[in-house]
């Protein structure tokens, strides 16, 4: 064999050998690197052969060894490439980014958030901002404070869950006490909604459950009046109900407000279900309120003299349950998937 072709010869092997090296770590890829791109490497070392190459072979000869010298350093990026990736956790399992997506299920808002949201909105639009406070609470926020101290008859208007062993600590039976939380850490004005899950030990039913939502809310200023707190439930029944909703305010009882009253919105009469839902009525109820009564104020540390306020709480549940036509109050503490998925898009 001339020296030419075994020249050429040895091209063919390098490149041969370069398509079937690997490297998995740095030092391999180091071992790669000074065999076949280093300052001392095996190409370099037959560009000094070119001398032996016959004349009218040096040309391709010269091209071959460009050729040689390019895929080595192509192949040592590549394998530079592989590491680095490797160890920044990029190599992953092959995936075809380009492939279409599957049925994606996105989740539902559970309609007692939606209802939540949308009340929460309404409220913030006139400047009341949202408090929330802790569902586990002592007996003087969720009562005492609230002008219903031990052995007031009130207390047995809710039904309270105590931890065990604490005739203290309990499950909150109301927003309410999220009144005196806000009233004894901040001085007024006081403009506040609190949305939250409250729990009384009340036997589940289609129509009642132990846990359930209120929205309260919360105004102490300076002459804050009856006219003030009348006008604010009708903006809101007017959001939430509609633009010609009608109310009215029937003289009811609450410890912790004088005087008291229970809205009503007027739901009208069309259908049988608004006999059922109203009891013939054609009115609905759908909060408490009042003027929070100066005791409260007291027990809270400010001073009735000074500041007076009104105050509501209203349950979510009954307002979920019409909105979205829901029979049984206990779907709605049942995660059942097929319940939850109909309010998909719903925001
Ligand atoms: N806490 C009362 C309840 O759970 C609702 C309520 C009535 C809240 C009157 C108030 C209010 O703030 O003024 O039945």
Same mark, same amino acid.
Do not use: C, Q
């Given at each position: 064999m001339n020296m030419s072709a075994e020249l050429f010869g040895q091209i063919d092997q390098i490149m041969q050998a370069l398509k079937q090296e690997k490297a998995e770590n740095e030092q391999q890829l180091e071992a790669f690197r000074i065999r076949y791109?280093?300052?001392?490497n095996i190409i370099k070392a037959l560009f000094g052969e070119?001398?032996?190459?016959e004349n009218d072979r040096k040309k391709e000869f010269g091209q071959r060894l460009n050729e040689l010298k390019q895929a080595a350093e192509n192949r040592f990026e590549e394998l530079k490439t592989l590491i680095e990736n490797a160890q920044s956790g990029?190599? &992953?399992?092959?995936?075809? #980014?380009t492939a279409p997506a599957g049925d994606l299920k996105t989740g539902a808002r559970h309609p007692v958030s939606i209802v939540m949201q949308r009340i929460i909105r309404i409220f913030e639009r006139i400047g009341f901002s949202v408090a929330e406070e802790r569902e586990i609470e002592d007996d003087w926020h969720n009562f005492t404070a609230m002008?219903?101290?031990?052995?007031?008859?009130?207390?047995?208007?809710q039904d309270t869950f105590y931890l &065990?062993?604490?005739?203290? #600590?309990?499950?909150?039976?109301?927003?309410?006490s999220v009144q005196a939380r806000v009233m004894t850490t901040q001085k007024p004005p006081i403009r506040i909604i609190a949305p939250g899950r409250v729990y009384r030990n009340e036997t589940i039913s289609s129509r009642s459950h132990c846990q359930f939502h209120q929205i309260e809310g919360l105004y102490i200023d300076k002459k804050v009046s009856f006219a003030d707190l009348k006008q604010t439930l009708l903006y809101f029944a007017r959001e939430m109900y509609g633009p010609d909703t009608e109310i009215r305010l029937r003289p009811s009882y609450f410890p912790?407000?004088?005087?008291s009253a229970e809205m009503d919105v007027?739901?009208?009469?069309?259908?049988e279900d608004d006999y059922r839902i109203t009891k013939g009525t054609g009115w609905l109820e759908i909060l408490g309120c009042g003027m929070v009564d100066p005791q409260v104020l007291l027990n809270c540390g400010i001073d009735p003299e000074e500041y007076s306020g009104f105050a509501f709480g209203m349950g979510i549940e009954r307002q979920a349950m019409l909105q979205y036509k829901?029979?049984?109050?206990r779907q709605i503490f049942e995660n059942d998937l097929r319940f939850l998925r109909q309010f998909s898009g719903i925001i």
């Open positions: 791109v280093g300052s001392k070119i001398k032996n190459v990029n190599n &992953k399992p092959d995936i075809d #980014l002008n219903t101290p031990e052995d007031h008859p009130a207390r047995d208007m &065990k062993d604490s005739s203290n #600590l309990l499950l909150r039976t109301h927003t309410s912790f407000t004088e005087p007027y739901w009208g009469l069309k259908n829901i029979t049984d109050i």
